[in-house]
């Protein structure tokens, strides 16, 4: 039995997919509130449950083989400290605790790119590069590197669990709409007027879900690995967009120093417009971040493959005219 917590989102609701097509028996952790059109019409056990209650855990992880823990709360705004990190952390905290209960055989956690600490510009990121959890980027990334702290404890502990760290996850089934699947929207509908320089590295996050199977089936106790995929330029990102859906590219680019003066005040909007956040500090800082970033190890130890970011973003687009997004 396979339980996977976080099933409902994006990189979850693929690693389910991926599970029954290995004819794996598959349960999910939900809750009594969650939307579960993204699992609809699979075969799947649901065990009603919080990560924040260890009783309702202890029953979803009862006979399991590997929990694959992927629930967690992602922000790119400011604030929500508190919050981010009680189910970041706290929640990554009662999953070990249950696991341990329960006699689980393997945690698969869901780290971030992010929780690693980040080198100069031109060095390559690696597992050599530790957890960081005082860095300035955000309290996501922080609480992502004290919950993969944790984790490492419970390795060392007894816990048989492993770590995947994945980079920016983008491609089909983004049944949520991210703030990557909404950009390519923005454009398809000729809404995105301006884009910035930089770069990011992009995975296809059927990738990622292969990635979480392979570390489970032959990733070693406490390790952790990488799940990048390509680095792209915007202007890259921008070409290909246009290419694959016949619209025009932004003809301005808004100068750095201004879009990260904007992306001071934007939050502001996004909780009054109650919209997606996607131009924050934040996001702009990733995209002038170290993307230089390698899977190598994951490559010679899992077998982890990736395919081109431009066929992640055809199938996105075929993903939308099939679900009618577009």
């Known amino acids: 039995m396979e339980v996977v917590t976080g099933a409902t989102g994006c990189i979850g609701n693929v690693l389910v997919r991926e599970l029954l097509r290995k004819d794996k028996e598959v349960r999910v952790l939900i ?29 979803a992880f009862r006979g399991a083989d590997t929990v694959y823990h992927l629930a967690a709360m992602i922000s790119i705004m400011p604030g929500d400290r508190a919050l981010i990190r009680n189910v970041n952390l706290e929640g990554t905290r009662n999953v070990i605790d249950a696991c341990l209960k329960c006699g689980v055989k393997r945690l698969v956690y869901t780290s ?53 760290c994945p980079t920016g996850v983008l491609g089909p089934y983004d049944f949520r709409i991210s703030a990557m699947t909404q ?38 106790t406490g390790e952790k690995y990488i799940l990048s995929g390509q680095r792209v330029t915007m202007d890259e990102m921008m070409s290909m967009l246009n290419e694959i859906s016949g619209i025009q590219s932004p003809k301005y680019k808004v100068p750095i120093w201004l879009a990260k003066t904007a992306g001071i005040f934007t939050p502001v909007y996004y909780k009054l417009a109650n919209k997606t956040p996607r131009f924050t500090s934040y996001s702009i800082n990733t995209l002038r971040s170290n993307s230089y970033i390698s899977s190598e190890k ?15 973003i055809e199938d996105t687009f075929k993903w939308f005219r099939e679900n009618k997004i577009l």
Do not use: C, W
């Open 298 to 312: 994951a490559s010679r130890e899992l077998g982890y493959k990736t395919r081109p970011v431009k066929e992640s």
């Open 112 to 164: 971030s790119i992010h929780a690693l600490k980040e080198p100069p510009m031109g060095t390559v990121i690696d597992e050599s590069m530790p957890f960081e959890p005082n860095n300035n980027r955000g309290e996501y990334d922080r609480s992502k590197a004290l919950a993969s702290l944790e984790v490492v404890k419970a390795a060392q502990n007894g816990l048989d669990s492993v770590i995947v």
């Open 183 to 220: 950009t390519f929207i923005d454009f398809a509908r000729s809404k995105m007027k301006m884009t910035i320089n930089g770069a990011y590295d992009f995975v296809d996050v059927r990738d990622v879900a292969v990635g979480h199977i392979l570390a489970a089936e032959k990733g070693k």
């Open 31 to 59: 809750r009594s509130t969650s939307d579960i059109s993204s699992l609809e019409g699979l075969e799947i056990e649901k065990a009603v449950g919080d990560i924040h209650n260890t009783d309702s855990l202890i029953k």
